[in-house]
Each structure stands twice: as structure tokens, then as C-alpha cells.
């Protein structure tokens, strides 16, 4: 099956530092890339979409220029945390869609980053 | 708008027993039902999806879930659970095409020996 990668799995960073995380596609190459952030024991809040060669879409309540993201190719997005502080600590996982015939789309995910932000 | 609710955080079930784990969803149009399981500090895990036809799915690991389209509800069910089923399971809903997924809160299973 298709497989979506992360890295870095696990990254600790010191307050007001930024901080890369990639998603790829493997063995396609992906419509859409969508970034998810999840506080413990909760669900998966959707952050934004991100289109290859476009601006991302993001979700209400985030901020676009904190939550830095670049989809520079049909194979990989980033996130970039831009000055994190210790309440982004988060559990951040992406997702990249590939279009089926009839107009729909299959979407497979990643294994998530462990930010801590000291 | 769309929703999903797992009415129940946790779910307790003795090694051997059947399982469930209820979800209830709301949509505009025919869903798109998912259901994903999520170990610790791993990413998401497709377990089945409802999409159209027959309204008993299976899935992996020998989970299946029934879509029941008048009470709007997905559950997810296994005959015999074992204690490495324990985990957080995720029912998520969509619409055809494009749409975003969204899913519920979550509900973990722990499953006793």
C-alpha cells in the first residue's frame, strides 16, 4: 500500500527556535497533504491543506504564520513551527491523498512527530 | 456541517469477549465512514471504510462494522477481542469527492487478559 513518511519522528526544541517537520509520499505522489495536530488523549484537529505549488488552506484559529507550511513538490509538504513555545508541544501528523477514478480520493497518513518545545 | 461522536472515551472488554465501539455520525449527502486505530505515539492505522454496498464491512484484524443509515451509525465490532487490540480507535466521516474528514473524539479500548 502507499506509505507516508515523517521526520523527524521525535524533535525537542528550546523556546522562540523553529522547527522543520516533512511529510512525503513514498510511492506517490499526492494530490493534496493535509497537517493534523493532536493534544493528548484528544482527537485530530485538521490544521490546513496544502496543494502542491499553492498557498496552503488552513483551518480557522491557526495561525498561518506561526504554522509555516510549503508544498514545494507532489511528494513532500513541511511544517515549520516558526518561535515555538512550550504550548506547541504536540503531536503533529500529516496526510497525503492520491485521486481514484470516479473523482474521489484515497488518504493515508503518517506516522506523527513528537514536538516538545522546552 | 459534518460530525462524528464516539459517545464512549473508554471501552473495557475482558480477552475472548466481542467488542464494540459505537459511533454516530452527521452529514450532508451519502457518507464516507471510516474507522482507524491509533497506537501510542503512532501515527493513524485504516482499519475499513463504508463507501456503498453491502452495510457490513470487514476490515483488518478481523474488525468489521455495519453502517445502519436510519440510526446514522458506524459501530465497530470484533468477535473475540485480544489484548492487543487495546488502543485508540477513530471513526471519521466524509463526503464523496474532496471533502476533509473529520473525526471524533476518540475512544480507547483496553482489553484484559
Known amino acids: 500500500g502507499a506509505v507516508v513518511s515523517q521526520h523527524p519522528s521525535r524533535v525537542i526544541c528550546k523556546s522562540g527556535t523553529s522547527v522543520k517537520i516533512e511529510c512525503r509520499s513514498l510511492?506517490?505522489?499526492?494530490?493534496?497533504m493535509f497537517w493534523y495536530r493532536q493534544f493528548p488523549k484528544q482527537s485530530l484537529m485538521l490544521m490546513a491543506t496544502s496543494n502542491e505549488g499553492s498557498k496552503a488552506t488552513y483551518e480557522q484559529g491557526v495561525e498561518k504564520d506561526k504554522f509555516l507550511i510549503n508544498h514545494a513538490s507532489l511528494t513532500l509538504s513541511t511544517l515549520t513551527v516558526t518561535s515555538a513555545h512550550p504550548e506547541d508541544s504536540s503531536f503533529y501528523i500529516c496526510s497525503a491523498t492520491i485521486a481514484t477514478s470516479g473523482g474521489d480520493y484515497e488518504q493515508y497518513f503518517g506516522p506523527g512527530t513528537r514536538l516538545t518545545v522546552t | 456541517a459534518q460530525s462524528v461522536a464516539q459517545p464512549e472515551d473508554q471501552v473495557n472488554v475482558a480477552e475472548g469477549n466481542p467488542l464494540t465501539v459505537k459511533c454516530t455520525y452527521s452529514?450532508?449527502?451519502?457518507?464516507?465512514l471510516f474507522w482507524y486505530v491509533q497506537y501510542p505515539n503512532r501515527g493513524l492505522q485504516f482499519l475499513l471504510k463504508y463507501i456503498t454496498g453491502d452495510n457490513l464491512v470487514k476490515g483488518s484484524y478481523g474488525f468489521e462494522a455495519e453502517f445502519n443509515k436510519s440510526q446514522t451509525s458506524f459501530h465497530l465490532k470484533k468477535p473475540s477481542a485480544l489484548v492487543s487490540d487495546s488502543a485508540l480507535y477513530f471513526c471519521?466521516?466524509?463526503?464523496?469527492?474532496?471533502?476533509?474528514?473529520?473525526f471524533g473524539k476518540g475512544t480507547m479500548l483496553l482489553v484484559s487478559p
Open positions: 510511492d506517490f505522489q499526492a494530490t493534496t
Open positions: 452529514v450532508s449527502g451519502n457518507p464516507y
Open positions: 471519521a466521516v466524509r463526503v464523496a469527492g474532496y471533502s476533509t474528514l473529520t
